[in-house]
């Protein structure tokens, strides 16, 4: 398969656990997708498989933009910091649900946060921990010693 049928069926991966997070929360299919990783592991995979091309590329790295831009002009690269982003996303999304549930904030609170973390990444999680705050004031954030 070439780099734009996996695009294609990485996306559809991915929008089909994000459907299922924002309208199934509690569907024990949903439940399980969750507390697998399954859909992000089979995600790494795949990054993994992409990502070996990086140490073939002429002038790509991390530590310039002009070097991440000679990356990603290569579509097997481009795919894996796509795959990347799906991942880390869902990810995000998983945490967001888990907590929400946790908490018992209203599911209706938790979509849109879902739908921006799907979209735009930080920005859903951002705005999920704002409503954190606002409904769990008093809660002290966790601290790892």
């Given at each position: 398969m070439d780099p734009s049928q996996i695009f294609s069926a990485v996306s559809a991966i991915a929008a089909l656990q994000w459907l299922l997070?924002?309208?199934?929360?509690?569907?024990?299919?949903?439940?399980?997708?969750?507390?697998?990783?399954?859909?992000?592991?089979?995600l790494a995979v795949i990054y993994g498989i992409y990502i070996l091309g990086f140490f073939g590329i002429?002038?790509?790295g991390f530590g310039s933009i002009q070097e991440v831009r000679t990356?990603?002009?290569d579509d097997k690269l481009?795919?894996?910091?796509?795959?990347?982003y799906l991942a880390f996303d869902l990810l995000i999304g998983f945490y967001i649900s888990r907590s929400a549930q946790a908490k018992n904030i209203s599911?209706?609170?938790?979509?849109?946060?879902?739908v921006l973390t799907f979209m735009f990444g930080p920005c859903g999680y951002l705005l999920y921990r704002l409503i954190q705050q606002i409904k769990s004031p008093n809660e002290k954030p966790a601290h790892t010693n």
């Amino acid at each position: 398969m070439d780099p734009s049928q996996i695009f294609s069926a990485v996306s559809a991966i991915a929008a089909l656990q994000w459907l299922l997070l924002i309208t199934l929360p509690k569907w024990k299919v949903t439940n399980w997708l969750v507390s697998t990783a399954a859909v992000p592991l089979l995600l790494a995979v795949i990054y993994g498989i992409y990502i070996l091309g990086f140490f073939g590329i002429e002038g790509g790295g991390f530590g310039s933009i002009q070097e991440v831009r000679t990356l990603f002009s290569d579509d097997k690269l481009l795919l894996a910091g796509w795959v990347h982003y799906l991942a880390f996303d869902l990810l995000i999304g998983f945490y967001i649900s888990r907590s929400a549930q946790a908490k018992n904030i209203s599911h209706w609170l938790v979509i849109p946060c879902l739908v921006l973390t799907f979209m735009f990444g930080p920005c859903g999680y951002l705005l999920y921990r704002l409503i954190q705050q606002i409904k769990s004031p008093n809660e002290k954030p966790a601290h790892t010693n």
